[in-house]
């Protein structure tokens, strides 16, 4: 079956530290990769996505990730966190021959400590 | 502002009762999409609806059920059948004739037994 499986549950780091989330999936076609963010109290937002083009995307507030065919992942990485990116996370897929729907991973919550 | 708008935030159900969760958006999407989110199991999808008068089944919709008789709105009735439905629910859609676009979320409902 497809999957999206995100290796960490719970990551605690402190302020400034470097932050690399990882995300594999299992289908093996085309697929179009997402992640996701949710902030205490607010709802699902966009934080980058991969369509074509260029393995590296970056995305807002200082987000970026790696897409890497050959190993299926699609790893969240940030240089320097922040408190505010106090959030869960979530890596998602959507396979090309699939109408469109999302198949989510599991989550990870970030807790950053000032 | 456009976006995607549930209602009500918060929802208690007896035992043996229906409830319905309300899903509105005025984005002009196509396509309407109907999440559980549940901690550490990620977001699974109940129903979509890729067009008004059509829907169909996602990864969990036992004890669910849906309508889709406007393209602005996409109800989702919580049925006694379901015995288990504490959770939060995340409406979303996207772009017409885009599949591969990101989803746009609403804000949830989280529903609670009583």
């Known amino acids: 079956a497809q999957s999206v499986s995100q290796h960490n549950h719970h990551v605690i780091l402190s302020e400034a530290a470097s932050l690399e989330l990882g995300c594999n999936y299992s289908y093996g076609g085309t697929v179009n990769l997402f992640w996701y963010v949710q902030y205490p109290g607010q709802h699902l937002q966009l934080l980058l996505k991969y369509f074509s083009g260029d393995p590296l995307v970056k995305g807002i507030k200082g987000f970026e990730a790696e897409f890497i065919k050959s190993k299926f992942s699609f790893n969240l990485r940030k240089p320097s966190v922040q408190w505010s990116d106090t959030a869960e996370y979530f890596c998602a897929v959507i396979p090309s021959s699939n109408t469109g729907k999302l198949i989510f991973g599991q989550g990870t919550t970030l807790q950053v400590k000032p | 502002d456009g976006g995607i708008t549930q209602s009500p935030k918060y929802l208690f159900r007896k035992e043996g009762q229906n409830v319905t969760l309300s899903c509105e958006q005025n984005l002009n999407h196509d396509a309407m999409y109907w999440y559980r989110q549940d901690p550490g199991q990620g977001l699974r999808l109940i129903y979509y609806s890729q067009i008004v008068n059509d829907f169909q089944k996602g990864d969990i919709a036992e004890g669910y059920s849906v309508s889709r008789e406007k393209k602005e709105s996409f109800p989702l009735t919580v049925t006694s059948a379901q015995k288990n439905p504490t959770a939060f629910y995340l409406c979303?859609?996207?772009?017409?004739?885009?599949?591969?676009?990101?989803?746009?979320f609403g804000d949830g409902t989280r529903l609670s037994i009583l």
């Open positions: 979303a859609s996207t772009s017409p004739g885009r599949q591969g676009q990101p989803q746009h």
